[in-house]
């Protein structure tokens, strides 16, 4: 079901974990990740229910990238995988995290 999740939605397990610098990731609390357009998007439901079958079955094999701005993370990327993880009952995800100015933020924000 991964391999198919994967064809069909045009993402690779191998080629994510390839350029992925894991001494990077870090697992953050979901709760502690703040989602700005958590309201104002909508999620493709049938990729989260395979996100959620491929973690499941392998684990999350591509952390998120997140912005931490005095203290303060924010997720702007990762939306289905953060969704799936939610809906599995995980209390952390790996994440990279770039530390970034509040202009910075802002510009994510627009």
Sequence with gaps: ???EAESRFGWSIEKASARIRWDRVQEIPL?????PFEYTRKN???????????????????P???L???GQI???SGCHRFEA????GKTTIPCV???VSKEMLRMHMM
């Design 85 to 88: 993880s939610k809906r599995l």
């Design 64 to 66: 998120i990238d997140v």
């Design 31 to 35: 709760s502690k990740i703040r989602r």
């Design 74 to 76: 924010y997720g702007f």
């Design 1 to 3: 079901q991964t391999r």
């Design 44 to 62: 493709n439901e049938e990729k989260v229910e395979a996100l959620m079958q491929s973690i499941e079955a392998i684990g999350l094999k591509e």
């Design 97 to 99: 995290v770039r530390k």
């Design 68 to 70: 931490e701005v005095d």
